[in-house]
């Protein structure tokens, strides 16, 4: 049996079971238990009532089989074109409020109708004595009977169509990688749900046991229907009231927490995994365990994430190095020393995080220039320089090439271009001042550093206080004033700590 059979069978047992309820129970008992008939009106009512009830079966048939049909299409002729299938799932979704239709229109009308004809026929004719006014009570009676049967059929119907829909969605994704459920824009509110049902349930008692009142003490004292109704619509008044604000607090009670949930799983898309606090005995503890769990696991997840990145990108930076031994450990200075900037700065963790990974790997491009040319212990010719200068546009290409997250987009900028000046005298693009990108000015003075002061093949790294004035004259020129003035800072700051924690 497949889904579409198992969802008709479904929704036929639901409809047999809302209908016994409905029509044979609550509105049968209702009639036969309140009129006071003769044996023959007993028959005469009920060969009404089986023949306004075949009427509303065969009514609500049809409209049944044109509200199937878009569905019925999919699984039974095979057509799976797109629009097709997005048909059958808006009325698969829609089917809940399709069989309340049902329910109120051919189903309701295709009874009352016939039954009210065949009715004002026999009491015409003197086969049910009985007043015409019991017409009206019985359109009143079987329109809260509708009510009743649709509420039931709605839910019955709302847990069927589950299945149904999931089946469609992955035809979908199946045949055309789309979930046809993303450009659903049907919203059924939880409010009303809640409302119109403990609303209904609760006054449809009453409701109907008033009505029966009305019919036996029409039979009696007319003095004592009106008495009736003076105590009685006060009652039903005040059961009203009551009802509409117990509803209320039954749901104020569920869309508090599912408010605060909603809440947290925006922020969770935002990026902001905090824990919620549980405060509930009831489900929605579990729900709120269940949350805290999911965020524990995702920042686990991110934290073990992040961590092998990191280890990534060192391995990357330490493969680098290890090329050229005169320049081993270059990129984790430089990516030390751009940290040290950036955080007398003010940066965020965010963007000191960036743009320590954009450090690392500031010199990856080197790996595209020959050893004969990065190696070389001499002074390098024009040509040979020209070709060192093209390191910083093939470090973004092959950065570029392991297709980055949106979020590492940002560390490109500083690959190519720590090697601008801010006098436009830098490559690759020659850009000036605030043109340059800002991870790679930044990075410009970290490197800069971190070369005058390291060991070469063809000479020793300079002082700390010889490479400090040359960045303190180069600034404005060559380097950023701010992030030169921000590293001498720095550098002061850590060597007095350093003379005073000695002495």
């Known amino acids: 049996m497949n889904v579409f059979q198992q969802f008709q069978r479904t929704i036929i047992k639901n409809y047999i079971l809302g209908s016994l309820i409905a029509v044979f129970g609550v509105g049968s008992v209702f009639i036969f238990q309140t009129l006071a008939l003769t044996e023959n009106e007993l028959f005469a009512m009920g060969a009404i009532i089986a023949i306004s009830i075949f009427t509303m079966f065969s009514c609500e048939f049809i409209v049944y089989q044109k509200h199937i049909r878009p569905i019925k299409r999919i699984y039974t002729e095979g057509a799976l074109d797109f629009e097709i299938l997005s048909d059958a ?10 069989t309340v239709q049902r329910i109120m229109f051919p189903h309701f009308l295709g009874l009352a109708i016939p039954s009210t004809v065949m009715t004002f026929i026999s009491i015409n004719t003197g086969v049910l004595s009985i007043p015409y006014s019991y017409i009206l009570y019985a359109w009143s009676g079987a329109f809260l009977v509708a009510i009743l049967h649709a509420l039931i059929e709605f839910f019955l119907t709302f847990r069927a169509c589950h299945p149904l829909q999931e089946n469609l969605i992955q035809k979908a994704i199946k045949t055309y990688g789309v979930d046809v459920s993303r450009q659903s824009h049907l919203f059924i509110s939880l409010k009303r749900k809640i409302l119109a049902a403990s609303l209904f349930l609760a006054l449809f008692p009453i409701l109907l046991f008033s ?7 029409s039979m009696a ?8 109704w003076k105590w009685a619509g006060v009652l039903i008044l005040i059961i009203t009231l009551l009802a509409f604000y117990g509803a209320v607090l039954i749901f104020k009670s569920i869309e508090a927490p599912v408010k605060e949930l909603e809440k947290s799983f925006e922020k969770v898309e935002q990026g902001q995994r905090s824990l919620v606090v549980n405060t509930y005995t009831d489900e929605f503890a579990h729900l709120f365990s269940g949350f ?15 961590q092998l990145l990191d280890q990534f990108f060192a391995v990357i930076a330490g493969t680098l190095d290890a090329r ?12 030390e020393y751009s940290v040290y900037i950036a955080e007398e700065c003010n940066w965020s963790s965010k963007e000191i995080d960036l743009l320590k990974k954009s450090a690392l790997l500031h010199d990856i491009g080197k790996i595209g220039i020959r050893d004969d040319v990065l190696l070389k212990d001499g002074k390098l010719t024009d040509e040979e320089f020209e070709q060192i200068k093209r390191h910083p546009v093939i470090g973004e290409e092959i950065v570029k090439g392991v297709q980055l997250t949106e979020d590492l987009l940002p560390i490109l900028p500083g690959i190519k271009h720590h090697h601008e000046r801010i006098d436009g005298r830098g490559y690759p693009d020659k850009l000036i001042g605030d043109d340059i990108p800002i991870f790679g000015r930044l990075i410009a003075v970290a490197d800069a550093f971190d070369a005058m002061t390291s060991d070469r093949p063809y000479r020793r790294g300079m002082p700390f206080e010889k490479a400090f004035s040359i960045l303190n004259e180069g600034k404005g020129t060559q380097w950023d004033s701010v992030f030169v003035e921000a590293f001498l800072k720095r550098m002061n700051t850590s060597q007095e700590n350093r003379l005073r924690n000695y002495s």
């Open 89 to 98: 799932y808006k009325q698969a979704e829609r089917f809940p409020l399709l």
């Open 211 to 217: 009505l029966a009142s009305q019919i036996r003490l």
């Open 221 to 228: 004292d007319s003095d004592l229907l009106a008495n009736y």
């Open 292 to 306: 805290n769990h999911m965020v524990e696991a995702i920042n686990l997840r991110d934290q073990k994430n992040q």
């Open 324 to 335: 050229d031994p005169y320049t081993a450990g270059h990129s984790k200075r430089v990516a």
